[in-house]
């Protein structure tokens, strides 16, 4: 799983990027938080 560096401007939005099947992205984008 690849780990997706979050702005922290904008700590609230999930990033889902296009073609990318992994529903734990916004686990992990809030736990990196």
Same mark, same amino acid.
């Given at each position: 799983?690849?780990?997706?560096?979050?702005?922290?401007?904008?700590?609230?939005?999930? %990033?889902?990027?296009?073609?990318?099947?992994?529903?734990?992205?916004?686990?992990? %984008?809030?736990?990196? %938080?």
């Amino acid at each position: 799983m690849q780990k997706k560096i979050v702005p922290k401007m904008y700590p609230m939005i999930p %990033l889902t990027i296009p073609g990318d099947d992994d529903d734990d992205d916004e686990a992990v %984008l809030f736990d990196d %938080l």
